[in-house]
């Protein structure tokens, strides 16, 4: 990309967030049920375990792509 490390970090950061906030918003069009209401309501573990493991994952793939 650049030749400032810094810059990189902020460009990729950014995109992170942004693919982030785009996969959770199809997840959450494309799950049958309402993930916030399953996770702070009614207290669904599993819906929690997805939530974290979409975050994570993506996490990881922005990690991957800065190294």
Do not use: Q
């Not at 030749?3 to 959770?24: D, E, K, M, Q, T």
Request: charged share 10%.
């Amino acid at each position: 990309m650049t030749g400032y490390p810094v810059l990189n970090a902020v460009v990729f950061a950014v995109l992170g967030v942004l693919v982030f906030l785009a996969v959770s918003s199809i997840l959450v069009k494309v799950a049958p049920f309402d993930l916030w209401k399953e996770i702070v309501h009614e207290r669904n573990v599993a819906a929690a375990i997805l939530a974290g493991a979409l975050a994570l994952g993506l996490c990881w793939i922005v990690a991957a792509a800065m190294h």
